[in-house]
């Protein structure tokens, strides 16, 4: 079961994601949430100190907080989840735009993403996500086609990972994620609005199978300033 503050936390930020708490409203003091919740103070401020790192609300000295705005959208790494799925979690306008969809039999392309020399075709999709009508995010994934046979255009605009599951009875069932900063490409400045930034935060995944097996690389490249990352942390003794 997660710490008190933490369960007071997701409450909390559910509340502002449902707008209950509207933009610009002063939020509740310390006093008030420790009797709505039946907690201390110090778990109070816990809470109210997580949702001000994510970005949820802005604190004074001597002053109630704020809900504000969100510039940056917190994505859950730590999960795998779909865009479609993730646009629940933003709570924001989202919209994705395929830019391309073919069949690629480039050997030399499949062993450098793959490794794997009996993989004669793969996926190589392209989609652009918007967010609040700007164009924040550009996905490259590619798909094994030994695992991903069909691949269609309508599952590609809605969500590849719910035709896959519910469609096909795929099991998906791990990622590893690394997570840099590079400098913006020409292709990262034709599909996306760049505005001042060079740099863009770049999130590389490989997505396996229940049974272990590779199927998916993923290269999804993130505007700065729409990019955030934040995980609880606990201390463990070594």
């Known amino acids: ?22 933009i610009g409203e002063e939020f509740p003091s310390e006093a008030v ?5 039946q907690v201390s103070r110090d ?10 790192n994510q970005g949820y609300i802005q604190k004074a000295r001597g002053k109630v907080a704020v809900v504000v705005e969100r510039g940056a959208y917190n994505f ?5 989840l779909s865009f479609k799925e993730l646009n629940a979690h933003l709570n924001r306008r989202t919209e994705t735009e395929v830019e391309n969809l073919e069949i690629l ?21 392209l989609r652009v996500r918007k967010i609040e009508g700007e164009r924040v995010i550009v ?3 590619y798909f ?13 605009r809605d969500s590849v990972y719910a035709y896959l599951e519910d469609e096909k009875g795929l099991r998906i069932g791990f990622a590893t994620k690394e997570i840099v900063v590079e400098d913006a490409t020409e292709e990262d400045r034709r599909y ?14 490989y997505t396996y199978t229940k049974e272990n097996v590779l199927f998916q690389y993923t290269e999804s490249r993130h505007r700065p300033d729409c990019f955030r990352f934040v995980e609880v942390a606990q201390r463990k003794k070594l």
């Not at 062993?111 to 793969?122: A, G, L, N, P, S």
């Not at 094994?144 to 590609?156: D, F, G, H, I, T």
């Open 1 to 22: 079961m997660s710490s008190k503050y933490v369960q007071v936390y997701n409450t909390l930020k559910k509340q502002i994601e449902s707008g209950e708490y509207a």
């Open 33 to 37: 949430l420790q009797e709505q919740f």
């Open 43 to 52: 778990t109070v401020r816990k809470a109210l100190g997580m949702l001000e």
């Open 76 to 80: 859950p790494f730590a999960e795998i």
């Open 105 to 125: 039999s480039d050997q030399e392309l499949i062993m450098k993403i793959f490794e794997d020399d009996e993989e004669k075709e793969i996926y190589d999709l």
């Open 139 to 141: 996905d490259h994934d």
């Open 144 to 156: 094994k086609r030994s695992v991903v046979p069909n691949l269609p255009l309508r599952a590609c």
């Open 192 to 205: 996306l609005d760049m505005k001042r930034y060079d740099l863009v935060v770049v999130v590389r995944s």
